[in-house]
């Protein structure tokens, strides 16, 4: 399997290879590397498309301990140094947003854009916090099956494709599942920096999104000095991309076309 040893953990990566400009994909708390599904086998052909999991999720080996997303933004860099990639574009949902604007800020000359995916630059109000550490302690102490019923409902909304993410879920520790979601209550605001990310920016958004409401996204798209557009989602809750595929991957391939 393809690892990468980056700063005292072992990243799991997937590369399609070929010639085309990198593209590297971030996911979402809670998700992997396979909630790219519905993008990376439309944009293989014309890209170099790379996958990952991040800390405390999916495949990847870590020590388990607290992390920031400067960490993982520090992780993504250290992948593309493994990857003898001097450049790429970086497309995030949610934390892999996080961690993709500060890749941007940490190392700006490695990021040639971006596309920000249901993400935001602000820190957590107080009651998103206490609902994150009502999540935290209902895997910890009980496991997937205490927080699957409304957790789903809210990250994914379309119950098709419930079961496949709790199987997953059912599949790791309760304490790495609590422990990410530990970090994920954590991040810190970067809208005061947001003027020094000047690539081009593509801003896509769920305008049902619960966990990062729709005026975030907007705001999001107004700060970023490069953003070129903000893709409204219609009818879509936190993770477009996996459940909305139609109506975001003509406006991701047509972004990356031009400045990928």
Not at 226 to 253: F, I, K, R, Y
């Amino acid at each position: 399997m393809p690892y990468a040893d980056v700063n005292g953990a072992r990243l799991y990566f997937e590369d399609s290879g070929g010639e085309g400009p990198v593209v590297v994909f971030s996911h979402g708390n809670l998700m992997d590397r396979d909630m790219w599904v519905h993008q990376t086998g439309v944009l293989a052909g014309d890209f170099r498309v790379v996958v990952w999991d991040e800390r405390l999720h999916g495949r990847t080996e870590d020590d388990g301990k607290p992390y920031t997303y400067w960490d993982s933004a520090a992780d993504l860099t250290g992948l593309l140094d493994h990857l003898g990639v001097q450049q790429a574009a970086l497309v995030g949902h949610s934390q892999g947003g996080f961690l993709s604007m500060r890749a941007a800020l940490l190392a700006p000359e490695r990021v040639k854009a971006l596309v920000l995916i249901d993400t935001t630059s602000v820190a957590w109000p107080p009651e998103a916090l206490a609902q994150m550490r009502g999540v935290s302690e209902g895997f910890r102490g009980a496991g997937p099956e205490a927080v699957a019923p409304v957790l789903l409902g809210m990250l994914l909304g379309q119950p098709a494709i419930h079961d496949q993410w709790l199987a997953k879920w059912r599949a790791q520790p309760r304490e790495r599942l609590a422990d990410a979601v530990q970090v994920l209550t954590g991040a810190d605001d970067i809208t005061g920096r947001l003027g020094e990310i000047t690539v081009p920016a593509l801003v896509v958004h769920g305008d049902a999104d619960q966990p990062i409401p729709y005026p975030l996204g907007q705001k999001l798209a107004g700060e970023i000095p490069g953003a070129q557009e903000l893709v409204t989602v219609t009818g879509a809750g936190h993770t477009p991309n996996l459940t909305h595929p139609d109506q975001v991957n003509p406006a991701l391939a047509g972004f990356l076309r031009r400045y990928a």
